[in-house]
């Protein structure tokens, strides 16, 4: 019986020690620019304070004609001096994607916006491409992160061609306590 209680009450620090050995992401900076304005005008790309713990990502593009091929060039960059090249490099085919979501690592990088885009269709994409309110979560947990700082760097290709980029900053602190 005692040794029972000892096992709980130690389980009971560890769970709680667990629970608490929180994370956070914060966005720190976001660019956008268009490579051809006649396809794609980037109308917002801006990081918004809701409050000290809360910076959200708003952006707003305009497709100006349809796009049945998307293909989404992306990596992972971690300053050290400059944004060096870390761990990820992937091309994904944003249209096959869209269909039925493939590659996880990709599938998490879309779960952080895709309850607040309307980029919840299949291609074609056209007209306003939009995000509202995009903020990160603990839910990137599951990739191996040291603390730093952070890009993902995102070029966008229709049939081949660059179109526009955006690279997005964030700051991962992993608070222990
Ligand atoms: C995006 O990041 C890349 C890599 O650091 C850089 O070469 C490029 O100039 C950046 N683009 C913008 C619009 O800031
Ligand atoms: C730029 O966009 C136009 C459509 O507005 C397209 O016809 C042209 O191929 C694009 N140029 C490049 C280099 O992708
Ligand atoms: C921000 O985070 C701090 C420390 O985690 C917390 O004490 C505070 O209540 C948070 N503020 C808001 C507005 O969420
Ligand atoms: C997106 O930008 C376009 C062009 O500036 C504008 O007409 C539209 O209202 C914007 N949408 C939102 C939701 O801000
Ligand atoms: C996609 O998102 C828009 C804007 O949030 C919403 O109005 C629309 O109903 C959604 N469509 C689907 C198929 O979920």
Not at 128 to 133: E, T, V
Request: hydrophobic share 35%.
């Amino acid at each position: 019986m005692r040794n029972t209680l000892k096992v709980v009450g130690i389980l009971t620090i560890f769970l709680t020690w667990r629970l608490s050995d929180s994370v956070t992401y914060k966005l720190t900076n976001v660019k956008c620019e268009s490579h051809n304005k006649s396809w794609v005008t980037i109308n917002e790309c801006r990081l918004k304070a809701i409050n000290r713990n809360k910076t959200v990502f708003n952006f707003n593009a305009t497709f100006h004609h349809p796009t049945n091929d998307i293909l989404m060039d992306y990596q992972f960059l971690k300053r050290e001096n400059g944004y060096k090249p870390w761990l990820y490099r992937k091309k994904i085919n944003g249209c096959r994607f869209l269909k039925r979501p493939y590659d996880a690592l990709s599938i998490l990088i879309y779960r952080t916006y895709k309850d607040v885009s309307n980029i919840n269709h299949t291609c074609p994409l056209y007209g306003d491409i939009l995000i509202r309110g995009m903020h990160l979560t603990t839910e990137l947990n599951s990739l191996p992160y040291p603390t730093g700082d952070y890009m993902l760097q995102v070029n966008w290709l229709f049939y081949r061609k660059i179109q526009f980029v955006t690279n997005v900053s964030y700051q991962f602190v992993e608070n222990l306590l």
